[in-house]
């Protein structure tokens, strides 16, 4: 079965960090592309990151370079999403989707790509 289950939110104040998880399935973590998304209210999901836990090849978005670091432990099929001197403009929902039919070397950061996701984990940044 397909799945990812995330965790890791919280509460923090800007400047902070957190580290979010996605723990993977042994049938999921392999060669399936695991990308990690974000939706604020009122806004649309917009990918953040993205990972192959096989070749471990990444691909980020222009506006979380610098802050965010995708990473992966193969040893609990996780991978993590590393954030820090965090923003209120990062408050949002990160979720963690991953797809079978995804497997190349640089895994997409379009949400419609994406056919699994887990519940969720909210961030919220205060000032």
């Not at 099929?77 to 403009?89: A, D, F, R």
Request: hydrophobic share 30%; aromatic share 8%.
């Amino acid at each position: 079965q397909v799945q990812v289950v995330e965790s890791g939110g919280g509460s923090v104040q800007a400047g902070g960090s957190l580290r979010l998880s996605c723990a993977a399935s042994k049938d999921t973590y392999s060669n399936n592309c695991i990308a990690w998304f974000r939706q604020a209210p009122g806004k649309e999901r917009e990918g953040v990151a993205s990972i192959n836990p096989g070749s471990g090849s990444t691909v980020y978005h222009a506006s979380a370079k610098g802050r965010f670091t995708i990473s992966q432990d193969n040893s609990k099929n996780t991978v993590y999403l590393q954030v820090n001197s965090l923003k209120p403009e990062d408050t949002a929902m990160y979720y963690c989707a991953t797809d079978v039919r995804l497997r190349g070397r640089w895994c997409p950061l379009e949400d419609n790509r994406y056919s699994n996701w887990g519940q969720g984990t909210q961030v919220t940044v205060s000032s």
